[in-house]
């Protein structure tokens, strides 16, 4: 107290009485701590900004009630940092510092030291903790350790994959060969033509065929191990290099899938085509680790 009885000797603590800060330290300060000048100076302070900052008062007062019930009574209170900072925002400023046009609510300026608005910032506080521990909770879900290994999250990988893949095909049927096109209909005297396009980094390829069972049968390369592609266009070839087309065992009929993999090494292609399956080829966050890129069409043999 001595320092502030030595502020109104020289006059400092003077100029600080106004009516605005005399009714915060009202609403602020206990009866037993005010200093006996504040009540009479309150009592010239607008009377909307008054009764505004009384009801503003009296909220945040049902606030904290409703805040130290709800924690004596639920482990989950109901009081939000948006709960605390709307309060202020419902004080108008006094009528000559409106804007005479505008349709906003004002917010009053504070030029001064402001007990009251101290005691918002605090319980503002405690609302905010409460969502910084809710959002950790969140990220421990997310953590690397406790994902599959031999999946991956979408944010934990780069949005866009620096190789590319796209499995085409053309139609031949005797000398003829026309472009193919996804889901059309093939006779018993027609064959795929496949040709596979590379962007990028490159990766081991696989190729598969999928029946309606959704069980996939490796195809390319016929030794079953994957094989190695660049950037550039690679028909299927044999193994003496010569072009090569494909169909399927005689009496096999139906919708079938062809889907090419790319991965970052050589593997089995046979851990990683089930989750690419299952994840389908457009879901990249999905796929197993290893895949690079995937591309796929459809035909309906008949």
Do not use: C
């Not at 009516?19 to 037993?32: G, I, K, Q, S, V």
């Not at 709307?86 to 609510?105: C, E, F, G, H």
């Not at 879900?141 to 796209?166: C, F, H, M, N, Y």
């Not at 593997?267 to 085509?273: K, Q």
């Amino acid at each position: 107290m001595t320092d502030r009885d030595d502020r109104e000797e020289d006059g400092t603590m003077q100029d600080a009485r106004t009516a605005e800060a005399a009714m915060d330290r009202l609403l602020a300060l206990r009866d037993e701590d005010l200093d006996g000048w504040e009540a009479e100076l309150a009592d010239g302070l607008d009377p909307e900004l008054r009764a505004a900052a009384e009801a503003v008062d009296a909220e945040f007062d049902a606030l904290l009630s409703a805040w130290v019930d709800a924690e004596r009574d639920a482990p989950a209170p109901e009081l939000t940092a948006r709960d605390i900072l709307d309060l202020d925002r419902r004080i108008p400023l006094p009528t000559d510092a409106a804007p005479a046009d505008s349709d906003v609510i004002p917010v009053r300026r504070r030029t001064h030291a402001d007990p009251n608005g101290l005691r918002r910032l605090t319980a503002a506080l405690v609302a905010a903790l409460m969502l910084v521990a809710v959002g950790s909770w969140i990220v421990a879900l997310q953590t690397p350790g406790t994902i599959d290994p031999g999946t991956r999250a979408k944010d934990l990988v780069t949005s866009e994959s620096a190789t590319r893949l796209d499995l085409q095909f053309s139609i031949e049927r005797g000398d003829t060969v026309t472009p193919g096109v996804v889901g059309q209909t093939l006779g018993p005297d027609e064959s795929l033509a496949m040709r596979l396009d590379v962007r990028g980094d490159g990766g081991w390829l696989s190729l598969f065929e999928v029946d309606a069972s959704g069980e996939p049968r490796m195809l390319y390369p016929t030794s079953g191990d994957a094989l190695r592609l660049d950037v550039g266009s690679h028909p299927l070839v044999g193994s003496g290099g010569e072009p090569v087309v494909y169909r399927p065992d005689d009496g096999v009929t139906g919708t079938l899938r062809y889907v090419a993999l790319l991965t970052r090494e050589p593997i089995d292609p046979m851990r990683v085509a089930p989750g690419v399956l299952s994840a389908g080829t457009d879901r990249a966050d999905l796929w197993p680790r290893p895949v690079l890129a995937a591309s796929e069409f459809t035909v309906d043999w008949q």
